[in-house]
Structures are given as C-alpha cells and as structure tokens.
C-alpha cells in the first residue's frame, strides 16, 4: 500500500498527558494513512513508555494535573478513543509505527528495559536515530 | 448491491479517519461502503486520508449536520 517510503520522526521528550495524547493521535493516524513513523523518546518522555505509567496534564495548575488527566481520559472516551494503548499496539503491530527508548538518557535516568513494555524497540543511541530518520523529517514534540 | 452503511457520528478525531480505514483494509478494489460522521474536521480529513491511500471519495454530501462519504477501494 506504502507506495513511497518517506518516514516522519518524532522525538518525544515530556511525560504530559498532552504529549501522549499527541503521541497516540498522531501515530495512530499515520498508521492508518500508511506512513512510517518512528517515535524516540528521551528524557521524561522515557516515562511514557513504562508500564502502568499514568501521565497527568502540565497545562494545569498542580494541584489539578491528575484530575484533570483523568477528566480527558473519560471525555476522550466519549469521543470514541475507549484504550489509547490498545490503539497504539495495532498501529505498531501493522508496522507502521516504532517506539524506541533511548539507551543513554535511560541510564542517566536510572530507568531499565524492564521497567518499559515489552514490546517497545530495543533502545537506541542518537546516531541510529538519526540514521533511521535519514531523508525523512524530524519533529520534537 | 447493498452498499454498507458506518455510522460514526460522535465520534471526534481521530476515530473516524481510524474506523474508516479498519473497514477499507477489508475491503476488495472496487466494493463501496457509506460512511456518516458529524465530526466537523472529518470533512477534511477524510478526503485527506483517502487522498493518502489512493482510495476514491464518490460522493461527499451533507444532511442535518451529518457528514455523508461514498468510498469505493481502489
């Protein structure tokens, strides 16, 4: 179906709500237009990836970020959007979408493989990064 | 031949580009389906995705709100 081989990057590098909601929306939707993305998540954004990792949102005041992360969960559901991950699974499974820690900030960052789904890409280093964007663009979200 | 029909109304981006496409990929070149969704920005996006996939958009029409879409699979 795929008929040119253009890819889009994505550096993910926050733990927000609103950076996982992008996340998913974006590469759902790129699976189904058939692009490849991969996704590199650095940082806080290495969070994202953890099991059972409940992101909260950082446009609001502190007190209200989890809440509020709940409240979207459950008006995002109305919307249609029921599992997140679920959707973000399929979008993998058909290959169109990649996941890939990053093995450096994950060391500065105390995190492990284990701590991260299973079936995330094996981590990578800037250079394989960069090389597997190369010819596409890069975006940081 | 019945064309089959998708309701995707309340839907909000981006489930119905997602919906519509789950369906196309079962499809074989040439079957039509309807698709009715009343998310605003699916008036766009998804002549966007059909553009993307090479699929063809018959018909676009609107009716009480309603975003009506006749697709036939390339």
């Not at chain 1, 058939?34 to 992101?55: A, H, S």
């Not at chain 1, 993998?92 to 284990?114: A, F, H, S």
């Not at chain 2, 580009?17 to 070149?29: A, D, F, H």
């Not at chain 2, 605003?40 to 009716?63: C, F, H, M, T």
């Amino acid at each position: 179906m795929a008929e040119d081989a253009e890819t889009i990057n994505f550096i993910v590098k926050d733990k927000s709500f609103e950076k996982f909601a992008m996340m998913m929306i974006l590469g759902t939707t790129g699976d189904a237009m058939d692009t490849k993305m991969n996704f590199f998540f650095t940082f806080w954004g290495l969070n994202l990836l953890k099991k059972k990792f409940k992101p909260k949102v950082a446009g609001m005041p502190t007190p209200m970020k989890g809440m509020a992360a709940k409240m979207f969960k459950k008006r995002m559901k109305k919307f249609g959007i029921e599992d997140p991950w679920a959707m973000i699974k399929d979008a993998v499974d058909n290959g169109n979408m990649k996941l890939y820690p990053c093995q450096m900030t994950m060391e500065l960052m105390g995190i492990k493989r284990e701590d991260l789904l299973d079936w995330v890409e094996d981590p990578v280093g800037a250079a394989s990064f960069l090389e597997m964007s190369n010819g596409g663009r890069i975006v940081s979200l | 031949m019945a064309v089959k029909t998708y309701n995707y109304t309340g839907l909000k981006c981006p489930m119905p580009v997602l919906k519509t496409k789950k369906e196309l990929r079962n499809l074989t070149s040439g079957e039509v389906i309807e698709v009715i969704a009343d998310d605003v920005g699916a008036k766009k996006d998804i002549p966007a995705l059909l553009n993307k996939s090479g699929d063809e958009l018959v018909e676009l029409r609107e009716d009480n709100g309603n975003l009506i879409f006749v697709i036939k699979k390339a």
